[in-house]
């Protein structure tokens, strides 16, 4: 199949990026983009075709990717459900909130939107398909009426450098900009804010098993 008859939700300036949502015929794609993404994440946390899948058929406008137009290549993928936040208990870890990667705990009727993963194939990295990623998670949250979206973001760059200092310290650096994060820096570009630290979020040692809750708001609400 031809992926740019899909009906496109953003297009990169230049043309040859879009983004769609994701069909059942790309579930194995997927696979692969999470595979090469997340190579120190431990098998049980990490989601494989099955799991795609069922995510299509449980939330479709939830699931995006980055097909490049000149090649007819899934370069990039995103996965969200709806979940809702509370923010005097935000404390979870990532496999059970999500279904155990399944996303049987959608709840169409939460308030946010809580990211379970993006990915972007490192020959295509750098040329702002995350970004594409965002904004498109972005108006589904303003198509919706959504308070936010939400995630439990991995601080990659953290692991390398955790027996010099608290995840606290390394994140003020990020925030100060005296420090890039691979992950949280481009998130806090794209307008998202860090909430709360959660650690054995996950099991992956780049990101020292933490989670960091960022939060999108809705600008459209009155906050
Ligand atoms: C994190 C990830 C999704 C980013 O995707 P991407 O498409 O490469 O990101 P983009 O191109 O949209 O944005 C990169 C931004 O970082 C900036 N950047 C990259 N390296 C930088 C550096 N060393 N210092 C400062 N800024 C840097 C770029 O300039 C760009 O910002 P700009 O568009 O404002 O100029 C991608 O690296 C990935 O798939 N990683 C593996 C999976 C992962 O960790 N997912 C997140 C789990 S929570």
Redesign the pocket.
Known sequence: MNYSDLPPLVTSADGRFRVVNSTLAMAKALENIQRV??PDLSDADLMLEPHFASHIRIFPDGQHVVVDTQTNQIA?SSSDIMLELDFNHYQHRFFPAVGEGYFTTHDPKAHWLYGA????LPE????????LLYKARQELVVRLGLHGHY?G??P?GYGAVRHEMPIEAYLHEVIRNER?D??I??QL?RGYRIYGVIPDYLDDPSCANYGVVIIWRNPNLPW
Do not use: E, N, Q, T
């Open positions: 993404s997340f990039a993963d993006i990915g972007v295509y990295r750098s040329l702002g398909l995350s970004s995630a973001a991995m990659k890039f691979p992950v820096s481009i570009k």
